[in-house]
C-alpha cells in the first residue's frame, strides 16, 4: 500500500475566525490533512514566527487533520527561476526562509511557481517581469541545486508547478530538469487544471512517474483518466483537491480509484 494523502486546499482568504468551521468540513469529508496558501490572502503570512506555524499545526491536528502542503502565493517575490540574478536571489532566500516554515508546520511539501516568461496568469494578474527561455530554465535548474541542503536539513520536498506563465510546458523537458537536479526532494507538483490548458494531465504523468511529489485536481472535475494514470504510476504523494470542499462520496472515489485495481 501507498503513503498517497489526500488533502484539502484551503486557498481562499480564510480568517481565523472560519478556519475551524473549514476543518471540520474537510474532516467530515474524509481527508487526510489539508493545503495551505502562504503569502497574500493566504492562511499564513511569509514571516510567520515559529509559535504561530506550530499552533496552526496543532489546531488541525485537533480536528484529525495535518497541514500536508504549502502552496506559495505566485509572486516574483518567489520566482526563484527569473533570469534578473538580483530577483531570483532574493527570491531563493524567500524560499529558503519559507521552507523552515513548511518544516514548523509538518508539511511535507512546498508547491511554488518558479518562473513568469511575462505571460499574464489565467486570473488576468499583470506580469511582472520579461526573461528568455532558456535564461529561465538555467536559472531554475540553478535555485533548485541550491535549495537541496536546505531541502534536506528540513525534510521539506520543494514541488516545482509546470504550465504556469508560458514555463515549462513540455513534459519531457520537465523530466530532464528534475532529473539533472537528481534528488527526491526537489520533485515535480502538477496541476492538472493548468497543464490541461497545454496538453493532457494524463501524459504528464505517465511522462513524470516518480518524480511527482504532488497532484492537483479540481473538486468535481470529471478525472477517470487521471485517476487510472495515478494507480498505474503508483502515485505515493499528495493529491490536492482544489475549490469548494470535496463531497466524501468524492474523495472515497479517488481513494478507492488511485490506490486499489479496479
Not at 52 to 62: G, I, P, T, V, Y
Not at 95 to 101: M, N, P, S, Y
Not at 121 to 145: F, H, P, R
Request: with cysteine; hydrophobic share 45%.
Amino acid at each position: 500500500m501507498y503513503d498517497m494523502r489526500i488533502l484539502a486546499g484551503i486557498h481562499s482568504d480564510v480568517g481565523p475566525e472560519l478556519l475551524p468551521e473549514r476543518l471540520a468540513e474537510v474532516r467530515a469529508a474524509g481527508f487526510d490533512g489539508v493545503e495551505i496558501v502562504l503569502g497574500a490572502g493566504g492562511v499564513v503570512e511569509p514571516n510567520a514566527p515559529e509559535e504561530a506555524c506550530r499552533a496552526l499545526a496543532e489546531q488541525a491536528e485537533r480536528y484529525g487533520l495535518r497541514v500536508g502542503s504549502v502552496l506559495l502565493a505566485d509572486s516574483p517575490q518567489t520566482h526563484t527561476g527569473s533570469a534578473d540574478g538580483k530577483r531570483c536571489h532574493r527570491a531563493l532566500e524567500k524560499v529558503r526562509d519559507i521552507l523552515h516554515r513548511c518544516a514548523w508546520l509538518g508539511a511535507r511539501v512546498v508547491r511554488w511557481v518558479p518562473a513568469n516568461l511575462g505571460i499574464p496568469a489565467a486570473d488576468g494578474g499583470a506580469c511582472d517581469e520579461a526573461s528568455s527561455y532558456q535564461e529561465s530554465l538555467n536559472a531554475t535548474y540553478l535555485s533548485l541545486e541550491t535549495l537541496r541542503l536546505d531541502c534536506e536539513r528540513s525534510g521539506v520536498v520543494a514541488g516545482v508547478i509546470p504550465c504556469h506563465h508560458g514555463f515549462l510546458l513540455s513534459p519531457p523537458e520537465f523530466r530532464e530538469l528534475i532529473d539533472r537536479v537528481n534528488s527526491p526532494l526537489l520533485a515535480a507538483a502538477l496541476d492538472c487544471s493548468a497543464c490541461g490548458r497545454v496538453g493532457d494531465p494524463v501524459d504528464w504523468i505517465f511522462t513524470l512517474q516518480h518524480r511527482l511529489a504532488a497532484v492537483v485536481v479540481e473538486a468535481g472535475a470529471g478525472s477517470a483518466g487521471v485517476r487510472r494514470a495515478l494507480r498505474e504510476v503508483r502515485f505515493d504523494g499528495s493529491l490536492i483537491l482544489t475549490g469548494d470542499t470535496a463531497a466524501a462520496d468524492e474523495v472515497a472515489a479517488w481513494r478507492e480509484g488511485v490506490l486499489r485495481p479496479s
